[in-house]
């Protein structure tokens, strides 16, 4: 593995980390405002240290030959951001933070229709694009912050984002508990973590190729 390839797998494993930061803030954010505009940074620094984020990248492929490049592949991307985020919200579960906000937090995401589902996880997607083609033209936070803001307060479906709330719930009872509740997973966690990375590139792509 070359240098290149390398440094592209740590840093998406990083952006997971981000977005997993924001993660936790708005789980124990006790305003959904404040939280909101708190989980922007993750976004943010990630634009600013161009790290690769699979809700951030998929706007800009060129066709469906660029989501399975080894190099700036969506898959790739997918699962080292996953990697990444299950590792910050899994591992918070052992610190004093309180992460009980996460359990209606996920048995909502995972109950909902597919149609919510997809119909969210677009929103979220056009969301995300908006605010990194405006970073890219602007370099203005704000263009970034809104979309965010804006996103999180809608309840729009963020596929890696989620990941991390269901990783949050997953370890709630600790590392010795963790295969049980892996197993105890509903379908609805598989069914619609896939309809939302569907969702998010269909929204993405409909703002940025027209």
Partial sequence: ?????????????????????????????????????????????????????????????????????????MLPIIVMNFIGIALVCSLANASRLDLSAVDVMVKTKVEQSWFSALYLSWGCGAMMYLAVNGWRKTSNPLTVIMPIMFFILCGFEHCIANYGYFWMWIARDGFTHLADRIIELPLGFSVNLLIMIVGNALGSLTFSKI
């Fill in 1 to 73: 593995m070359n240098k290149e390839t390398k440094d592209f797998y740590i840093q998406s494993l990083l952006a997971g980390t981000l977005i997993g930061m924001g993660d936790l803030v708005y789980v124990v954010s006790e305003s959904h405002i404040l939280g909101s505009f708190l989980f922007s940074l993750g976004l943010l620094s990630i634009l600013i240290k161009g790290y690769p984020l699979y809700t951030g990248r998929i706007g800009y492929v060129e066709g469906m030959r660029d989501l399975w490049k080894p190099i700036g592949g």
